[in-house]
C-alpha cells in the first residue's frame, strides 16, 4: 500500500520561491503517474503538474515556466519547484500518486503568497 508524506509548504512573499517535496512509502514501482494539485478556498481542486514514469511532464498553464515537476526514484521523492509566486498561487497543495487499480492522496500542504 502507497502512502505519501509531504513537506515543503509555507509563507512567502510574492516573487519568492519554495520546493514542495513528497516521499511516497510503498512499492513506488506499482506508479504510473506522480503529480501536484493544489484546492485554494471556495474553489475546486485543480491540477499543478505531473510526471510519468517515463518522464513525461505536464503543467497547468497558470504555472507553466514557473513551476517544476521531477522525481527521484532512489529517494521515493516527487518534487515541486516553485519559482515567481504569486498571490493566487495560495492555496493547499496535495500530492497524488496513481497506478493501474489506484489512486493515492497526501495530507495536503499550505502554500501562502504574500503581496
Known amino acids: 500500500q502507497v502512502q505519501l508524506v509531504e513537506s515543503g509548504g509555507g509563507l512567502v512573499q510574492a516573487g519568492g520561491s519554495l520546493r514542495l517535496s513528497c516521499v511516497v512509502s510503498g512499492s513506488i514501482f506499482s506508479i504510473n503517474v506522480m503529480g501536484w494539485y493544489r484546492q485554494a478556498p471556495g474553489k475546486q481542486r485543480e491540477l499543478v503538474a505531473t510526471i510519468t514514469s517515463g518522464g513525461r511532464t505536464t503543467y497547468a498553464d497558470a504555472v507553466r515556466g514557473r513551476f517544476t515537476i521531477s522525481r527521484d526514484y532512489a529517494k521515493r521523492t516527487v518534487t515541486l519547484q516553485m519559482n515567481s509566486l504569486k498571490p493566487e498561487d495560495t492555496a493547499v497543495y496535495y500530492c497524488?500518486?496513481?497506478?493501474?487499480?489506484?489512486?493515492?492522496w497526501g495530507q495536503g500542504t499550505q502554500v501562502t503568497v504574500s503581496s
Open positions: 497524488n500518486v496513481r497506478g493501474t487499480s489506484f489512486s493515492t
